[in-house]
């Protein structure tokens, strides 16, 4: 059994920061990758930040330039600094780890709202 648990989430105002922090815990060998997804209401679930073993980094082209992905393998941790913060941020922010398969954290809601 693998666990993510996430945290960071909340209410900002446009314009501001939040840094969303997932741990993975458990039956972990090796973490391949982990990375972060948002699900707005209505939408589908999308790929916001990814960061390999490696370090090899993918963002949406939304959120390049303000937000960015950090990794501490030693830790097990991903981290996702947001920076000027939008309303179309807002979104329930998704954990994934890619170890054999794939591993979802419970997700944390971030809302940008004056």
């Known amino acids: 059994q693998v666990q993510l648990v996430e945290s960071g989430g909340g209410l900002v105002q446009p314009g501001g920061s939040l840094r969303l922090s997932c741990a993975a815990s458990?039956?972990?060998?090796?973490?391949?990758?982990m990375g972060w997804y948002r699900q707005a209401p209505g939408k589908e679930r999308d790929l916001v930040a990814f960061?390999?073993?490696?370090?090899?980094?993918t963002y949406s082209d939304s959120v390049k330039g303000r937000f960015t992905i950090s990794r501490d393998n030693a830790k097990n941790t991903v981290y996702l600094q947001m920076n000027s913060l939008k309303p179309e941020d807002t979104a329930v922010y998704y954990c994934?780890?890619?170890?054999?398969?794939?591993?979802w954290g419970q997700g944390t809601q971030v809302t940008v709202s004056s």
């Open positions: 960061i390999t073993r490696g370090g090899r980094i």
């Open positions: 458990g039956s972990i060998f090796i973490i391949n990758g």
């Open positions: 994934n780890a890619v170890i054999v398969s794939d591993y």
